[in-house]
C-alpha cells in the first residue's frame, strides 16, 4: 500500500551511515571458526543517565543489515560468518548499492536507490542464531494450515476480495510486534529514548512507538501484568536491567484468533514477518501463548547488539533466537509516515480482482 516515507532528510544522511555501517559492522569479532557464534560481549561500560541507568539513548538506524537474511541461504551450510572472500564479494555488492544512491543525487531523481535502503554489511550469514541451523524452527500442524490460509498483498496468489485479505501493514495499521524490530527495505529507523522508570523504542515504520516501564524485582512485573484478555498488536512489554543489559518479556500480543473475530475468521495473521528470506510474507500465525525475550546491550560507543527470543509453542515447535547488530547515526532523521492518506490500492486490488473473477467467469460461461 502507500507505505513510502518521504524522507528525503533521512536519504541525504545515508553517505554518513554507509560510512559508519562499514566501520563499525565490519569491526565485529569474527572466531576463527566460523560455526561458532561467541555470546554478547558485556565488558563496555557505557555512560550513566541522571537517574543512573545506562545509557543507551540515540539513532540507531538497521539500514545497513537490511539485506541480511532473516534465514541462514543453504550454500553457507552450518557457518554463522562469511569467509574473507564471501565477505569482499557483499562489499563489493554493498558499494553498487551505494553507487545508485549516488548517482540519482547527481540526476536529481528519486528511485530505487533511496527507496531501498537497505544493505547487509558485517559478516553474518543470518539473522537467526538458534537454532543452530540458522533455519526457522518447524511449525505445528495446526499452525502450518492457518500459514497456508493466510493472504496478505505480500503473498503471491492472494485474491483480494474484501479488507479481510489484507494483513494489518496492508492497511497502514502495524506490522505488529516482534515483526517491527525486524528490518524491511526502507524505513528502518530506531530510536531509543529513556526517561527515570521508563525505556522508549520509536519506530520510523508506522511510527509505533514503545513505552516500556522499568521494573525492579520479579514481583513487580507480575503485578504490573493485564490479564490475558487484554492484549494490542505489540503486546505488553517490561523491562529490568541485567548489569548494563535491558532484558525486555512482552506478553499479551494480539493473536491470529482473537485480533478482529470477523476478518481473522478466514485466516488472516497478525505476525508480518516481512523480511528477508521468510517468503511468503506475512502469514505466519501467532497464538495467545506468544512471549518475547529482548536484550538490549551496548558493546561500544556507538553499538549494540540486540537479541529476541521468540517463544509461541502453538505455532512452532522450538523457540528461535535472532541477533541484530545496531549502529548509532545520530544524523538520521523520521519524517512523516502519511500512509492512510491517499491509501487508494486496498480499492485498486479489490475492484481488479472482481473485476478479474468476474471476466474468469464470463469466458467460462462462454465454452
Same mark, same amino acid.
Given at each position: 500500500m502507500a507505505k513510502f516515507n518521504s524522507k528525503i532528510g533521512s536519504a541525504l544522511a545515508a553517505a554518513s551511515l554507509? %560510512?559508519?555501517?562499514?566501520?563499525?559492522?565490519?569491526?565485529?569479532?569474527?572466531? *576463527?571458526d566460523l560455526t %561458532?557464534?561467541?555470546? %554478547?560481549?558485556?565488558?563496555? #561500560?557505557?555512560?550513566?543517565?541522571?537517574?543512573?541507568?545506562?545509557d543507551l539513548r540515540g539513532m540507531f538506524p538497521i539500514d545497513n543489515i537490511a539485506s541480511l537474511p532473516m534465514q541462514r541461504p543453504a550454500q553457507f551450510g552450518d557457518r554463522f560468518w562469511l569467509t574473507e572472500d564471501e565477505y569482499a564479494r557483499r562489499q563489493e555488492q554493498y558499494g553498487r548499492s551505494d553507487a545508485a544512491y549516488a548517482? *540519482?543525487? #547527481?540526476? @536529481?531523481?528519486?528511485?530505487? @536507490?533511496?527507496? %531501498? *535502503?537497505?544493505?547487509?554489511?558485517?559478516?553474518?550469514?543470518?539473522?537467526?542464531?538458534?537454532?543452530?541451523?540458522?533455519?526457522?524452527?518447524?511449525?505445528?500442524?495446526?499452525?502450518?494450515?492457518?500459514?497456508?490460509?493466510?493472504?496478505?498483498?505480500?503473498t503471491p496468489g492472494t485474491i483480494h476480495q474484501w479488507l479481510d485479505d489484507f494483513d494489518t501493514w496492508d492497511r497502514c495499521i502495524t506490522r505488529g510486534f516482534p515483526a517491527s524490530m525486524f528490518p524491511f527495505r526502507y524505513n528502518n529507523g530506531i530510536q531509543i529514548m529513556q526517561a527515570p522508570g521508563y525505556f522508549v523504542i520509536n519506530l520510523e515504520m508506522i511510527h509505533d512507538s514503545r513505552i516500556i516501564p522499568i521494573v525492579d524485582s520479579r514481583e513487580e512485573m507480575e503485578a504490573m501484568r493485564w490479564p490475558a484478555s487484554v492484549r494490542t498488536w505489540m503486546g505488553q512489554s517490561i523491562g529490568y536491567w541485567e548489569g548494563n543489559t535491558l532484558v525486555v518479556e512482552t506478553t499479551n500480543i494480539i493473536s491470529g484468533d482473537s485480533a478482529t473475530s470477523d476478518l481473522m475468521e478466514r485466516g488472516p495473521s497478525p505476525l508480518n514477518m516481512a523480511t528477508m528470506g521468510v517468503p511468503p510474507f506475512n502469514t505466519i500465525p501467532t497464538s495467545d501463548e506468544a512471549e518475547v525475550v529482548e536484550r538490549i546491550t551496548m558493546t561500544g560507543p556507538d553499538r549494540i547488539v540486540y537479541e529476541l527470543t521468540y517463544t509461541d509453542p502453538e505455532v512452532f515447535t522450538a523457540p528461535w533466537t535472532a541477533r541484530l547488530d545496531w549502529t548509532r547515526n545520530d544524523e538520521y532523521e523520521f519524517f512523516e509516515y502519511a500512509c492512510h492518506e491517499g491509501n487508494v490500492q486496498p480499492r485498486n486490488y479489490i475492484t481488479a480482482a472482481r473485476a478479474g473473477l468476474e471476466a474468469a467467469e464470463e469466458t467460462e460461461g462462454n465454452q
Open positions: 554507509a %560510512v559508519l555501517a562499514a566501520t563499525s559492522a565490519g569491526a565485529q569479532d569474527v572466531p *576463527e %561458532v557464534m561467541p555470546p %554478547v560481549p558485556t565488558d563496555y #561500560e557505557p555512560a550513566r543517565t541522571a537517574w543512573g541507568d545506562p548517482a *540519482e543525487d #547527481e540526476s @536529481g531523481t528519486i528511485g530505487m @536507490g533511496h527507496w %531501498v *535502503e537497505s544493505d547487509a554489511s558485517g559478516r553474518r550469514t543470518s539473522l537467526l542464531i538458534s537454532p543452530a541451523n540458522g533455519q526457522l524452527p518447524a511449525m505445528t500442524e495446526e499452525a502450518q494450515a492457518l500459514y497456508q490460509a493466510g493472504r496478505s498483498s505480500w
